[in-house]
């Protein structure tokens, strides 16, 4: 347990970024997520855009430190990858 005052300030930030960073993960996720479905769904278009929506939210992930930014980049290939494929059939 935090005994000094100092420690105890750092527990209580850890636990506001903690909140923070849990809501910006989710975010993400429920991005990915939207890129997912769309790709399930066989619609290129509709892949394409949400594929557009996520590049950046993945990399407003990178910047707050919430993803590292080689998982990012390698989720957005693999992402863009598979809705190119999805567009050319």
């Given at each position: 347990?935090?005994?000094t005052?100092?420690?105890?300030?750092?527990?209580?930030?850890?636990?506001r970024?903690?909140?923070?960073?849990?809501?910006?993960?989710?975010?993400?996720?429920?991005?990915?997520?939207?890129?997912?479905e769309?790709?399930?769904s066989?619609?290129?278009?509709?892949?394409?855009?949400?594929l557009?929506?996520?590049?950046?939210?993945?990399?407003?992930?990178?910047?707050?430190g919430?993803?590292?930014?080689?998982?990012?980049?390698?989720?957005?290939?693999?992402?863009?990858?598979r809705?190119?494929a999805?567009?050319?059939v």
């Open positions: 347990m935090a005994n005052p100092q420690s105890k300030k750092r527990a209580r930030q850890i636990e970024r903690t909140d923070i960073n849990k809501a910006r993960r989710s975010r993400i996720r429920t991005f990915i997520r939207k890129v997912e769309a790709i399930a066989g619609n290129a278009d509709a892949a394409k855009a949400a557009q929506a996520a590049q950046p939210e993945l990399m407003r992930g990178v910047t707050k919430v993803v590292h930014k080689n998982t990012a980049s390698r989720k957005i290939s693999r992402l863009a990858s809705v190119k999805l567009s050319a």
